[in-house]
């Protein structure tokens, strides 16, 4: 949005009056706190067309622009930067345009032809979604919201792990052990159930390995003679010989682990436009990989391995087909990025949300299809994010020591409950939207926690600090949005106008070019991939709004054109933090 094109162009004129040269483009920027001024101009790199001193050039500017222009008051040089102080009209003028505008601090464009995808989740069916998945899940919601507001056609997208000796396991186990017995029998949530057969495989596993070792064997030895091992082993090859009372019973358990996996995405607000099968697609990078033997692109060693050298690259050989003709996994993640361009015709580029310990595996995997001569592999990404560690150590599913992401959920609202009731403000709501309030207040708290992180930290999640209400929390920002909803609904449904003879409050100020960063903190976050700088973002926007809130009366205000201005200053802070919650894939209620 343009608020400074009028300075822009003044700036523009002043060069051709002076100098007989055009400029373009110019760029004004927010005046950094510890200086006098509102906009600041960087003149240095006009300083080959004036042959001036940078203070000099910086005069010449600003007394320019305060004689043409009535809303610049005033200036001042520091080396080379020219800070403008700008009156209180050219801000009202500039609240004026942002509440006209429905949806300010997006790209007001159609959604461009090329589609983007973005790929998250991408979950095991051997155990339900536990605090990993849900960061993993909210980054990829909410980096898939920030990309569409600046224009772009999202796609989002998951592959499911659905095949290998993982699933296995849960089958051996549920074969054996729980006797035909189904998720609905158990009264138990179909993929907690399956989860659960996983984990008492491991927990059977380690005591037979436990007693091969007291018979002598090593722990490697012990380990592949356990029974339960190769009964999974035996397993797996018959599902990829197709036998089909194999196939039966592995659909079976992968079906309810999919019905579980899906109530878990819609507590969560999370959806996904197409869903890509492991158990599909392991194959499809086999014939591309064979292609590149025969263009010279990989080799193949006298074992008839086939790899790719990227020694040159800084990386090392890389196996893509086993001497015995089976592929590797990353052989899967080419053919599956194929035949999404073939699925997505118009793909301009992909984003996978992958945890930072497959770093080296998108590296070579984004080299091998740029070698491979994919056009569109240039414009691959890796959003890598830190894992998340509990204060007992690192999460580990097969022991069972894990934040289960439902569990967590349910204690998240229930949390919010508790501090809802404590407050005593909810006794005009009935339990229905209670319960509604409770979940967008619990679910805030949860993504808001682990969004206003910078993806590339781990986060130490410590459940008790996580619901902490106070300070930089999402039911901070929630709150504040409750507030000004209760405010407009004291004002009443009168029509706002905005006086362009007011004088503002340091604090009015200070919201209004708070206001002003917003689209391009939009684009910020979607350049970085990076959600948290929407969560910083919005922090702050309330910050100011508390602080104005504090120091100036509203409703009362000794007049009825500053009691206009000030209810839609406050609208325009609540129609700017329900945009922010939203790219972040937070609720806001309008009572609390």
Known sequence: MKFYQSLEDAVQVFFLERYSQEIKPIAFQLTRKEFKGDLTLVVFSYLKISYTSPKELGIQIGEFLVNRLKFVESFNVLGGFLNLSLSNEFYLNVLKQISTIKRYGFQNVEPSNETVLVEFSSPNTNKPLHLGHIRNNLLGHSLANILAANGKNV??????????????????????????????????????????????????????????????????????????????????????????????????????????????????????????????????????????????????????????????????????????????????????????????????????????????????????????????????????????????????????????????????????????????????????????????????????????????????????????????????????????????????NKTLRISTDIKLHSTEKKIIKKLMEYPETVKTSAVNQDPSVIAKYVYELVRNFNQFYQSVPILSAPSSNLIEFRVSLSDCVAKTIKSGCYLLGIEVPERM
């Not at 994919?374 to 890598?384: D, F, Q, T």
Request: glycine share 6%; hydrophobic share 35%; net charge positive.
């Open 155 to 492: 796609k989002r997208i998951q592959i499911v792990n659905d095949r290998g000796i993982h699933i296995c396991k849960s089958v051996v186990a549920w074969k054996k052990f729980a006797k035909d017995l189904t998720p609905v029998q158990a009264n138990q949530k179909s993929d907690h159930f399956v989860g659960q057969y996983y984990v008492e495989f491991e927990t059977k596993f380690k005591l037979e390995v436990e007693q091969l070792m007291a018979e002598g064997y090593s722990e490697n030895e012990a380990k592949l003679k356990s029974p339960l091992l190769q009964e999974a082993k035996l397993e797996l090859r018959n599902w990829e010989k197709g036998d089909s009372k194999t196939i039966k019973i592995w659909k079976k358990l992968n079906d309810w682990v999919y019905k579980g996996f899906e109530e878990t995405y819609q507590k969560l607000g999370v959806y996904f436009d197409k869903i890509y099968y492991e158990s599909h697609t392991y194959l499809l990078g086999r014939k591309i990989v064979e292609k590149g033997l025969e263009k010279g692109v990989l080799h193949q060693k006298n074992d008839g391995s086939i790899w790719i050298d990227l020694t040159k690259e800084g990386l090392d050989e890389k196996l893509l087909i086993r001497s015995d003709g089976t592929t590797v996994y990353i052989t899967q993640d080419i053919g599956t990025a194929v035949l999404r361009s073939k699925d997505f015709p118009k793909m301009n580029s992909m984003t996978y949300v992958v945890g930072n310990e497959q770093n080296y595996h998108f590296q070579v995997l984004f080299l091998i299809l740029q070698k491979l001569n994919y056009p569109w592999a240039k414009n691959l990404n890796h959003l890598s994010y830190g894992m998340v560690d509990l204060p007992t150590g690192k999460m580990k599913s097969r022991e069972g020591t894990v934040v289960d992401a439902d569990e967590l959920i349910e204690r998240m609202v229930q949390t919010a409950e508790n501090k809802s009731q404590e407050s005593g403000k909810l006794e005009y709501m009935d339990q229905p939207q209670r319960q509604k309030l409770f979940h967008k207040i619990g679910l805030g708290a949860l993504k808001y926690y682990l969004l206003k992180v910078d993806p590339q930290k781990r986060i130490l999640f410590d459940p008790n600090k996580s619901i902490d209400f106070q300070g930089n929390t999402g039911t901070f920002i929630q709150y504040a949005y409750a507030r000004i909803s209760t405010l407009r609904e004291k004002f009443g």
